[in-house]
């Protein structure tokens, strides 16, 4: 047996997963050709290491999970990137984590450390001069460093640089793991990844979650989705100059997230969320009021975005800018709402669903995307109007029935020996915990995988041969986290 | 052009008028509210804190560190632990941050914020800011964001964000201070002209907040610099910012 298969939200006994010699299981790995969500290494002793892969087979809601030991001597394997390039970004990850180098892998550069040690890819003739922009922003926004390679004003080729935001969360979790240090890993996915962090750790210490938490916890995330893809149509439209956009956006988020402060008491539901289901009820009172806030905000942004789809000096901004093809989106393995955009169906609250998602029945709508930056604001709208219609239906529910508690204060100790996974939809695509416990049952390892780590090679590809004036529409469009990639 | 118009009719105004006594939600948590009385030393919430933030005998939180997660009230059997919905929490003194039994309302209104002079001289009519996220996890630099919006409209009194430290009259830092980010800040820093000012944005950037124990952060900048407005939140609400801001440039 090479690999071990299992579902979303499960554990897994350690010795219960197959250990491989590093070819053969680099065999397997470009056999079955899934989709890597997890690519890490964990001191295993003696000056070894084990790498543990998971990869996820969305068609059947498999992962598939197997593992390797490198020993002290052996620090080199043939990299997987050289076969399947959704793999250069975890092999960069693992090699600068534990120094066993990917032979040949194609752009083998620091990712979050050594940053002076970074070369940057350079191109050389008469014409072509390179913009080098950040750590620091023109902005409000997190840091990192943008190389343009241009020709005049067409980008040739970006080069992005980060690793300014890292805090070292993965050992901090390790040391000592809360839902506040869950809450930010990435501030603008607060409940997407305290959820992922809740769920393991539910997963490690046997605790069952009551339904209402569970549809509270839902409508948190959907209500998140909503908040930021009506900020981020603001924010596109400010790039465009459409300012009617960014006022009336701004102004419609600002009705979610207060909505949000009611719920939880902070206007992006910090404090919420926590192991064992969420620290706060929403009373019928409560809920009468959000419904009503609610169907404004779908009115406000249907209004909205309907209104500017006519508008041809909008759409001659949005269209064709920023365009990744399909093709290369599945080569490099974008996740979440940036493949989605290009037409790839992917998305982790239908392919791995959990039980309160699937009991929704909710139907699954196709995008059929260009990959360009009209592709990614009309999915955030497709996407905004359905979430806010599946957290007016848990509203409803909540207010007829599911009276029960919200919150189980067992607290029990972690199984020993054990792997756990969780992945949630956030916002920008898959949010994946992993959470590893030692024979004692304390953590030993902790993985973190936000989708922004897939991504922002997405975007570096989007800016080819665009001007370099549409980098930042290009930028909004994808809005990927700088923090939840440096971590 | 007639759907643009009706878009903006159906908008009407939504900036908030008076900005210094704009209400906030009941739910919203804000200045600590102690009873030392109520304390029976059982230690449960200092088990929950993640930032370290509160202390016994006598019942103290500083709000430098504090996450505002509301943790130890919901731990609390005896009631000792409250949070009103005060949202003015910005302060000239870090010490001030530090909050006890006997710090009302009132009585933090007093002290918090110590008006200079030469302040309200040179930026009390306009001030505009650099803002630098060390490391911040994108929850404040949202906020930051949120008081340029219809809503808020911090840019009435003057205040702004300016794209350059050149232009800028003063720093906001929000975030722990990774150590990959310690240069730049510094640089930006020594790029901004005299006179100016340095704000500390948030419970990450006044204390580490739950980064505290990283090994990855460089908090040095902080030893070298005078800072001359810390604002507690996690993040910061907006209306805490422009207040703060407003309260230390105009002395109201
Ligand atoms: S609210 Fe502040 S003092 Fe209370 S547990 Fe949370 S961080 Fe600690």
């Known amino acids: 047996m090479n690999w071990i298969k299992k579902k979303n939200n499960t554990k897994i006994n350690i010795n219960d997963i197959p250990t491989l010699k590093i070819n053969d299981l680099r065999e397997e790995i470009i056999s079955l050709n899934k989709r890597p969500i997890g690519f890490f290494g964990k001191d295993w002793g003696r000056g070894s290491t084990k790498l543990f892969v998971i990869l996820a087979d969305d068609e059947n809601a498999d992962l598939y999970v197997s593992s390797v030991i490198f020993e002290g001597s052996e620090k080199e394997y043939e990299s997987l990137t050289q076969v399947i390039l959704a793999f250069h970004i975890f092999e960069r990850e693992f090699y600068e984590q534990f120094g066993i180098k990917p032979l040949n892998h194609p752009w083998l550069k620091p990712l979050r450390k050594n940053q002076k040690d970074y070369k940057f890819f350079e191109m050389e003739g008469e014409e072509v001069h390179q913009v080098a922009v950040g750590p620091i922003h023109a902005g409000v926004i997190e840091p990192g460093h943008f190389r343009f390679m241009c020709n005049g004003e067409t980008v040739y080729h970006l080069e992005i640089m980060l690793g300014y935001q890292n805090r070292g969360v993965e050992e901090l979790m390790v040391k000592h793991p809360t839902n506040q240090m869950a809450e930010s890993i990435c501030g603008d996915s607060v409940i997407a990844h305290n959820l992922a962090y809740s769920k393991v750790m539910e997963i490690l210490k046997n605790i069952k979650v009551s339904k209402r938490a569970q549809l509270i916890r839902t409508l948190a995330l959907e209500m998140e989705r909503a908040a930021i893809h009506i900020g981020d149509l603001g924010a596109i439209s400010g790039d465009i100059a459409y300012l009617m956009g960014a006022s009336v956006f701004g102004a419609t988020r600002t009705l979610v997230i207060n909505t949000m402060l009611e719920f939880s008491g902070s206007r992006f539901g910090r404090g919420l969320v926590r192991v064992g289901g969420v620290n706060f009820d929403i009373d019928n009172e409560k809920i009468e009021r959000a419904i009503k806030t609610l169907t404004k905000v779908e009115k406000d942004v249907d209004r909205m975005v309907k209104t500017m789809l006519k508008n041809t000096s909008v759409m001659s901004r949005l269209e064709k800018t920023g365009v990744v093809s399909q093709e290369k989106a599945r080569e490099i393995g974008l996740v979440g709402m940036a493949a989605r955009a290009c037409g790839i169906v992917i998305d982790s609250r239908f392919d791995f669903a959990d039980e309160c998602f699937k009991n929704l029945a909710l139907p699954r709508k196709i995008f059929k995307g260009k990959g360009d930056v009209n592709a990614r604001f009309q999915l955030r709208y497709q996407e905004t109007m359905e979430s806010l219609s599946i957290a007016k239906r848990i509203l409803e529910m909540l207010k007829n029935g599911f009276k029960e508690e919200v919150l189980n204060l067992n607290n029990n100790s972690l199984c020993a020996d054990s792997l756990a996974i969780s992945i949630t939809e956030g916002w920008r695509g898959e949010i994946v915990h992993i959470a590893l416990t030692d024979m004692n049952g304390t953590l030993s390892r902790y993985k973190i995988k936000d989708p922004s780590f897939n991504n922002w090679y997405g975007l570096a590809l989007a800016v080819r041969n665009n001007g370099v004036s549409d980098f930042p529409l290009c930028n909004k469009s994808f809005n990927l986290s700088y923090c939840g990639n440096d971590l | ?252």
Not at chain 2, 19 to 48: H, S, T
Not at chain 2, 79 to 89: E, P, W
């Open chain 2, 1 to 252: 052009m007639f759907d643009t118009l009706k878009s903006r009719i159906y908008q009407g105004n939504q900036f908030i008028k008076d900005i210094k006594n704009a209400p906030m939600r009941e739910q919203f948590r804000g200045l600590p509210k102690l009873c030392n009385a109520n304390c029976n030393n059982c230690k449960d919430c200092l088990n929950v804190c993640p930032t370290g933030a509160l202390k016994l005998n006598p019942l103290s939180i500083d709000m430098g560190k504090c996450t505002f997660c509301g943790a130890c009230k919901n731990v609390c059997k005896t009631g000792a632990i409250d949070f009103t919905n005060f949202y003015k929490l910005s302060t000239t003194k870090r010490e001030n941050l530090i909050v006890t039994e006997d710090m009302t309302q009132e009585e933090f209104s007093k002290i918090a914020i110590e008006v200079r002079k030469e302040i309200k001289r040179v930026f009390g009519k306009s001030l505009k800011l650099r803002q630098v996220s060390a490391a911040g996890c994108n929850g404040c630099e949202m906020e930051l964001n949120a008081c340029s919006n219809v809503n808020f409209d911090m840019g009435r009194f003057g205040i702004d964000f300016v794209a350059s430290p050149r232009h800028a009259d003063g720093l906001v830092i929000t975030g722990p201070i990774s150590k990959n980010m310690a240069y730049a800040l510094e640089d930006c820093y020594k790029s901004t002209p005299d006179p100016k000012i340095v704000v500390l944005c948030g419970a990450c950037a006044i204390s580490g907040g739950v980064f505290q124990q990283s090994s990855e952060l460089n908090r040095e900048f902080l030893e070298k610099y005078p800072i001359d407005l810390y604002i507690a939140g996690c993040p910061v609400h907006p209306l805490t910012f422009i207040n703060g801001i407003l309260g230390f440039i105009q002395g109201k």
